[in-house]
T-cell receptor
Framework: KAGVTQTPRYLIKTRGQQVTLSCSPI?????VSWYQQTPGQGLQFLFE???????NKGNFPGRFSGRQFSNSRSEMNVSTLELGDSALYLC?????????????FGPGTRLTVL | AQTVTQSQPEMSVQEAETVTLSCTYD???????LFWYKQPPSRQMILVIR??????QNATENRFSVNFQKAAKSFSLKISDSQLGDAAMYFC?????????????FGKGTKLSVIP
């Protein structure tokens, strides 16, 4: 089985721009979660999607949004970029059933905001 | 809110020796999962070991084992016979097992160096 893929792997943007990141989960997985990783704040949960519905959301401003498509692929969008948005953005996929199943992480997208 | 604390930002171990990484957590829930994840430099995060809170027996995976003390809310990882490939950031994480939520709460991580 192919693993979780994220595109692009690296991205450079300037303040005020917006960006869209993509995540393709493992085939058959219906849950996709997004995390932001920074040296200062560590790993923080952004949101989780299951069957095209946002099931849980972390404590991030409304500039951070996401969606999930019928094929379980997910995108996250950050509008009006700030310098502090520079981070590694990780997505993780899971089968998504009620009882907890292992989350498999992608390689991440490294976003640099100048 | 749940919190996870890793008090050792960095640790080192001689190859073939044993090292223990510490983790404490805070939660008001009784059913939850605890995890140790490994993130090698510039590589993907992978699950090392997982512990269900309702299980009294400590989880083991080959050279990796945990010491789960539920009352003390402590969850340490022991790596035996350390290998060069064990060098990585290690994250302790918590997930509530209810409501179909897959939110992981992570500690700040421990950077493990393995000395040849």
């Amino acid at each position: 089985k192919a693993g979780v893929t994220q595109t692009p792997r690296y991205l450079i943007k300037t303040r005020g721009q917006q960006v869209t990141l993509s995540c393709s989960p493992i085939s058959g997985h219906r849950s996709v979660s997004w995390y932001q990783q920074t040296p200062g704040q560590g790993l923080q949960f952004l949101f989780e999607y299951f069957s095209e519905t946002q099931r849980n959301k972390g404590n991030f401003p409304g500039r951070f949004s996401g969606r999930q498509f019928s094929n379980s692929r997910s995108e996250m969008n950050v509008s009006t970029l700030e310098l502090g948005d520079s981070a590694l953005y990780l997505c993780a996929s899971s089968s998504g059933t009620y009882s907890y199943n292992e989350q498999f992480f992608g390689p991440g997208t490294r976003l640099t905001v100048l | 809110a749940q919190t996870v604390t890793q008090s050792q930002p960095e640790m080192s171990v001689q190859e073939a020796e044993t090292v223990t990484l510490s983790c404490t957590y805070d939660t008001s829930e009784s059913d939850y999962y605890l995890f140790w994840y490994k993130q090698p430099p510039s590589r993907q995060m992978i699950l090392v070991i997982r512990q269900e809170a309702y299980k009294q027996q400590n989880a083991t995976e080959n050279r990796f084992s945990v010491n789960f003390q539920k009352a003390a809310k402590s969850f340490s990882l022991k790596i035996s016979d350390s290998q060069l490939g064990d060098a990585a950031m290690y994250f302790c994480a918590y997930a509530y097992s209810g409501a179909g939520s897959y939110q992981l709460t992570f500690g700040k991580g421990t950077k493990l160096s393995v000395i040849p």
